[in-house]
C-alpha cells in the first residue's frame, strides 16, 4: 500500500477500477485499484491487486510486483508482473513471464 499526496481531490470519497489485463478464453486477468480517504483530506490510499478469476484449471498465476501510482495529470497508472505458469495433470510444462502497464483517469473512477 501507498499513501501519497494528491491535489484536487474530494476529501469525502472512494474509488475503484477494474483493469482488464489479459483475456484466457476461459479465465481473464485483472487488476483491481482502490483510492480511499486516509485520515488526511489531502491524501488518499491507494491499494492494488491482481486476480485470476473463472475456469482456471490449469493455470497459476504467481505475481511478482503490482503497482498504481497517482501522477499529477490526474491518472492513476497502474502496472502487473508475474509468472503465468501452464500446467496439464498438475504437472509445470510452460512459464511464461507477464508485464502490463496502463493508466486511467481519475474522473473515470467508480464510487462506492
Not at 481473464?28 to 486516509?38: A, E, P, Y
Not at 497508472?77 to 511464461?96: D, N, S
Request: charged share 15%; with cysteine.
Amino acid at each position: 500500500m501507498t499513501t501519497t499526496t494528491i491535489p484536487k481531490f474530494s476529501p469525502d470519497w472512494s474509488r475503484s477500477y477494474r483493469a482488464h489485463l489479459v483475456d484466457l478464453g476461459s479465465c481473464q486477468l485483472s487488476q483491481s485499484i482502490v483510492l480511499g480517504r486516509k485520515n488526511r483530506s489531502d491524501s488518499v490510499q491507494i491499494t492494488s491487486t491482481v486476480h485470476l478469476t473463472g475456469f482456471i484449471s490449469g493455470l497459476l498465476w504467481t505475481p511478482i510486483l503490482a503497482s498504481a501510482n497517482a501522477g499529477q495529470d490526474r491518472r492513476i497508472h497502474y502496472g502487473a508482473t508475474g509468472t503465468l505458469e501452464w500446467r496439464l495433470l498438475g504437472i509445470p510444462v510452460y512459464h511464461q513471464l507477464k508485464q502490463f502497464t496502463g493508466s486511467v483517469s481519475v474522473d473515470s473512477l467508480q464510487a462506492f
